[in-house]
């Protein structure tokens, strides 16, 4: 996506005319590169969210309202003494470039008026967030820089903030500009043009040439070529305040993929939005959600991994043991054939031949011996390994059991990691995994996590929750449930417990129908066509004799066939 000078300069043009003057009110920050300013501006309240992750730097009001950490981080507690409470005098942009600068006023302990500059350097890998005092020294920084060989800064408390150098030409030195197209010989002009002026995105470059009516693959440039490139770069700088100034999304199978300040060429699917805060919202909250998601997960699906690999390790040697323990009778059978043929065989032998008395044809069986022993010992040995085994069995046996039914349980964590957004959910997975033996268990942190909500829906005046993972299923299914609320879950897949809450009246099949197939959407069978569901009233459940928290067992229930389907418009907020 085109996050570059001139997005953000339309951009911030928005925020100007939505935030200017506005009072911060409360500072957050909910992740370790991210911060919220609750602003009160022009009668509303604005969450501003301020991101410089490497891979989704962004800025923008509304999105996700995230959970902040139970203890805030240095730079927020160092935000949160000097700027919450400050007003908010003007947004703009510093050296023509993707750094966004909040000039704040606010006052000191003294209440002494102070001034501060929230700077946003939204630069990709670069990306980071300043606040400095009224002398340009910094105050503090999320990202602490010693010094940066590439960007010749040093980013520390203490140290004078300077703009990262530009070998570049500005895009507003339209002179130097006109100069530099002179001198074009190359065959690529976008290319050209972003390597030599700044703060251009090369699909931006693409966009003005094409607007320009120039062929992108030309040799060279006539003065009118050049002429009309500098008027369309000038609109283009200064967009959001001509005709132009259109923001749009490009959706992809109904996702949103990028966000423009105007209708790009070689786009089909453009959906006009009512500003470009709301393009960017649409396109980067949910990108941002799902790598949030997953680097914060990546340590439970690591350990689930390694968990399944353990318990089918383990299930299939024992299954070897079985094997061998199957050969039980044969070492009981020669025991008693060498008893019987003991006057023929010798200490020292190395094997004996003899009668096979338990085939129908009686015929000759080769039985290995222990040359070191005798005859009697041989048999014996044959008995206590006929017995050894026995017990064997009957161990193994009986462990392939448990075994099964802890990886039938572990393999039912694999949907709520899926399905786990907040840090509460992730810690209770993460306590689960512990106690399989996936994780280390630690000491409780009751202070520091509450126990996470189901999903709620209403579907014509009835509520159904949803289990997000199994310590959420058994409190659902067996605390929160009637007998006479309907459960269901899906056959023979892994998903969550539904409930549908009857309060005494008679559930209409519409809505079971819709409770299933919200069932089946929660499940690991979310992306087939048709899912099986089985439902049946409360009562008719009973807890697995294993004990493990989600699991069941049930034998009277009806079934349905139905599509999964998230069904967003019945969500509803958990009571």
Sequence with gaps: MPNDYITIKALVCELNNNLCGGKIDKVNMPEKDEITLLIRANGKNHNLTVSCNANNPRMHIGGDKKQNPASAPSFCMHLRKHITGGIINDISLLGEDRIVCFDITAHNEMR?????????????????????????????????????????????????????????????????????????????????????????????AKQIVAQSGIDNSCDSL?????????????????????????????RDKGVCKDFFVTPYYGFDDMQKTSSLNEAVVLCTV????????????????????????????????????????????????YGELILSNIYLIEKGDKEAVV??????????????LDERLTPQQNAQAYFKKYAKLKRTYEVVTKQIAELKDTLEYAQSVAPAIALCSTDDEIEEIRQELAELGALKKIKSQKNKYKPSQPVAYEVDDFVILVGKNNLQNEKLTFKVANGSDLWIHTQKVHGSHTVIF????????????????????????????????????????????????????????????????????FLTKFD
Excluded at 231 to 245: E, F, Q
């Design 502 to 569: 009857a309060e005494g009246r008679e559930i209409p099949d519409k809505v079971i129908q819709t409770g299933c197939e919200i069932a089946a959407y929660y499940s690991q069978g979310k992306s087939g066509d048709k899912i099986a569901c089985d439902y049946t009233q409360r009562r008719n459940l009973k807890r697995h004799p294993s004990g493990k928290p989600g699991m069941v067992l049930y034998t009277t229930y009806k079934t349905a066939i139905v599509t999964p389907d998230e069904h967003r418009e």
């Design 112 to 204: 002494d008026e102070v001034k501060f500059r929230l700077i946003a350097e939204m630069m990709g890998r670069y990306s980071n967030i300043l606040l400095l005092k009224n002398n340009d020294v910094i105050s503090d920084t999320l990202k602490q820089v010693s010094y940066d060989t590439m960007t010749k800064r040093c980013l520390l408390a203490g140290a004078k903030y300077t703009l990262p150098p530009q070998s570049k030409l500005l895009p507003s030195d339209a002179e130097g500009i006109r100069q530099l197209l002179m001198s074009y010989n190359s065959s690529d002009l976008s290319t050209y043009l972003i390597s030599n002026v700044s703060g251009l995105a090369l699909i931006t």
């Design 286 to 333: 949910e990108k941002d959600r799902e790598e949030r998601k997953a680097e914060k997960t990546k340590f439970l699906k690591k350990a689930y991994d390694s968990l399944i690999k353990k318990l089918n390790g383990k299930l299939a040697k024992d299954h070897e043991k079985l094997t061998e323990c199957e050969q039980t009778e044969n070492l009981k059978k």
């Design 355 to 368: 009668k096979d008395y338990y085939s129908p044809d009686c015929a000759d069986v080769k039985i290995k």
């Design 222 to 250: 006539t003065n009118d070529d050049i002429s009309r490139l500098l008027s369309t770069l000038k609109t283009y700088l200064d967009i959001n305040n001509t005709n132009k100034y259109a923001p749009c999304v490009f």
